[in-house]
């Protein structure tokens, strides 16, 4: 950005969550380290303010334009600040005054909370990186590199991924499955959101994945579907779809440096209509989706889906507050709606080894939604995965399910939760 009240148009995933911001279905995502020490504020607020030095686009808040919301830069510096509450549930990012952000600190955590209006979690990680790393470099005088950074490189970390790649040749994908089965879950009150962490060992993931020829995501998303499959066994005598949705990092098959959203789901699919099926058999189908779906020509096809919608005229015709009205039908109908549940793996964070000795463990939380009551995000650090559960209400059914099916592989898990009762 030239100046503080520069602007820049949201990308195509960013216009959708921007639209359907509410206080249950808030975009919010968290990504936190804890540290081998407690946070010290004023240190954290001026890693911070650094961070901010360095991706400058980051000093923004969301403004509605007549069409669309868009980014303008500010002034205003945001503030750190203890937590109080529940996680992903207390920002309204459409505030005035706020950002799309929120850095939090908690004894030994420093937790950063953004919505996907901004941005995914690889670019989310990337600023929690920079924000750790200058706060280390305060308060335990690690060593860091000086970036020079120039015009080129803020375009290539602010560039709009999908718009670089959308082939208009192409087709999109179907959009609708249909017939899909829902977890029997009651709403508990708003603000509530409810975290239940699995801890395990990343080797032993590896060695199991290995004995399937699959990878942890298709070994963990197949455990998933068997988790969902006897619940509807139990809960339900009519068989319906188990859809889950699976978050596609696309810097992985085409090559950008977006800090922006760059991401697509894929909807791998078991038919419960079908008859039992075994875990081996559910392997087996998700072995051959995921190698289906994984490629750059496949994957292009769900950019075109993403980008579409945009031009479609009428949509690009109506007033933003319209938009605000109808999007959230919209995605219920054509998302989260035609999904049983949602599994995200970040993959395998690395750092330095002067930042390593500082770091006791890195976790993740997925944004809380309506369509999808629960949802679960994964990302690994050194020896261990962190498979973190939302859920909306206060049932545990999915996550009883889940952790036990893990066990049954002999695999051994952690399990910790934010709720106090439990």
Not at 168 to 174: E, L, T, V
Not at 373 to 384: D, E, F, P, W
Request: charged share 30%; glycine share 4%; net charge positive.
């Amino acid at each position: 950005m030239k100046d503080d009240k520069s602007w820049y148009r949201l990308d195509n995933a960013g216009k959708l969550y921007s639209s359907i911001i509410s206080s249950r279905a808030t975009t919010l995502f968290r990504l936190s380290v804890t540290l081998t020490s407690p946070v010290e504020p004023g240190i954290l607020q001026r890693a911070l303010e650094l961070a901010l030095e360095r991706f400058p686009f980051y000093r923004v808040q969301l403004k509605q334009g007549f069409f669309w919301y868009y980014f303008e830069g500010t002034d205003e510096m945001p503030r750190v600040e203890k937590e109080k509450y529940y996680p992903c549930m207390s920002l309204s990012i459409k505030k005035r005054g706020s950002f799309p952000y929120r850095v939090y600190y908690y004894n030994n955590r420093i937790a950063l909370e953004l919505s996907h209006s901004m941005t995914d979690g690889t670019g989310g990680l990337k600023f929690l990186y920079e924000l750790v790393k200058q706060y280390l470099h305060l308060k335990e005088s690690i060593p860091i590199k000086r970036e020079n950074i120039n015009n080129e490189q803020l375009r290539l970390e602010t560039e709009n991924a999908f718009r670089k790649y959308y082939d208009k040749k192409i087709p999109a994908p179907k959009s609708r499955l249909g017939n899909t089965f829902k977890l029997p879950l009651e709403l508990d009150k708003k603000g509530y959101y409810h975290i239940v962490t699995g801890i395990i060992s990343v080797e032993a993931l590896k060695e199991k994945a290995k004995e399937y020829d699959v990878s942890i995501t298709v070994l963990l998303t197949a455990v998933y579907i068997q988790s969902l499959l006897k619940i509807q066994e139990r809960s339900s005598r009519r068989k319906r779809l188990i859809v889950m949705n699976v978050p596609v990092n696309m810097r992985s098959y085409f090559e950008s440096e977006t800090m922006r959203n760059f991401f697509v789901s894929i909807t791998p699919t078991i038919d419960a209509r079908l008859g039992k099926y075994e875990f081996e058999e559910i392997i087996q189908e998700l072995k051959i989706e995921f190698s289906r779906l994984l490629t750059p020509k496949k994957l292009k096809q769900y950019i075109k889906r993403s980008v579409i919608s945009e031009k479609s005229l009428a949509l690009r015709l109506m007033p933003s507050p319209i938009k605000d009205i109808v999007a959230p039908s919209i995605y219920s109908f054509f998302g989260e709606g035609q999904y049983t549940s949602g599994l995200s793996n970040l993959g395998i964070v690395r750092v330095p080894s002067e930042m390593e000795k500082f770091i006791e463990r890195v976790e993740c939380y997925p944004p809380p939604s309506i369509g999808n009551k629960v949802k679960a995000m994964l990302i690994s650090y050194q020896q261990h995965m962190y498979i973190s559960f939302g859920n909306l209400s206060r049932d545990r059914m999915l996550e009883r399910e889940f952790f036990r099916s893990i066990r049954e592989l002999g695999i051994e898990v952690t399990v910790e939760t934010n709720d106090e009762e439990n």
